[in-house]
């Protein structure tokens, strides 16, 4: 199988029809490949680094030099061009922390502080500008870590609702920087532009699909209230 650059790879499952009503099955395909893909991707170091490297690349260091130079107890809540992208990288380092900590309270308290800072850029304008990026796709960035946040503390639909909320926000980033081949996997016939379709186009038919998968997880999730699927009955802890 085909390794994305992030260095995961999806699960061996057929593509899911692209149905106009989805039925508990259909949803489930969609849970487990997302989360599959989380799981793999926090359990390979090469891959955590990798993506950090294309933050770092596409965003800039802006604000870096400052992060680096306070207390590991503190964090940014404050919004500023600045701020945002320092709670980002501040966000990404405090996951890696957390795969890293030996002892669960450890880990605990500086997950609930890495998904506090990588709120903060999720929580952008999606029409503005931040230190020269387009907000989208400091947005999209921002919730894939927040969907890793969500792995990590075991919440398999909000990871889902994460993944897909990226997605949403830029189709692009998603499709080449964080998930190329989960984003294959999912919309196949429209991830890549070829043939008749162009690149405006595909992106535009990704964020349909996935506003259509997110709509039904959150049906589903209301209709299962106070229910907590096994969506991954075999999957063990890699913290553990």
């Not at 349909?208 to 009955?233: D, F, H, I, N, S």
Request: net charge negative.
């Amino acid at each position: 199988m085909m390794q994305s650059e992030m260095g995961t790879s999806p699960p061996c499952m057929s593509p899911l029809p692209e149905f106009e009503k989805m039925d508990m099955e259909s949803m489930r395909v969609v849970v487990v490949s997302i989360n599959r893909f989380v799981q793999e991707f926090l359990a390979s170091p090469c891959s955590r680094a990798k993506l950090r490297a294309a933050c770092v690349s596409m965003f800039g260091r802006n604000g870096r030099d400052e992060v680096e130079n306070e207390d590991e107890d503190d964090y940014f809540v404050e919004f500023s061009d600045g701020s945002a992208l320092s709670n980002l990288y501040r966000g990404i380092d405090g996951i890696e922390a957390v795969v890293r900590a030996k002892w669960p309270e450890e880990r605990t308290s500086r997950l609930l502080d890495a998904e506090r800072m990588l709120q903060v850029p999720a929580l952008l304008d999606g029409h503005g500008v931040t230190t020269g990026t387009e907000n989208g796709h400091l947005i999209s960035v921002s919730y894939f870590y927040l969907s890793m946040v969500k792995k990590l503390q075991k919440d398999d639909w909000q990871v889902a609702m994460h993944f897909l909320q990226a997605l949403l926000v830029s189709p692009r980033m998603a499709r080449e920087v964080v998930a190329p081949d989960l984003c294959e996997f999912l919309f196949r016939s429209i991830a890549t532009p070829k043939g008749g379709i162009n690149e405006e186009e595909s992106c535009a038919a990704m964020k349909e699909v996935a506003r259509k998968y997110k709509g039904w997880l959150m049906y589903y999730q209301v209709m299962l209230y106070g229910e907590t699927p096994r969506w991954l009955p075999d999957e063990s802890d890699f913290l553990e």
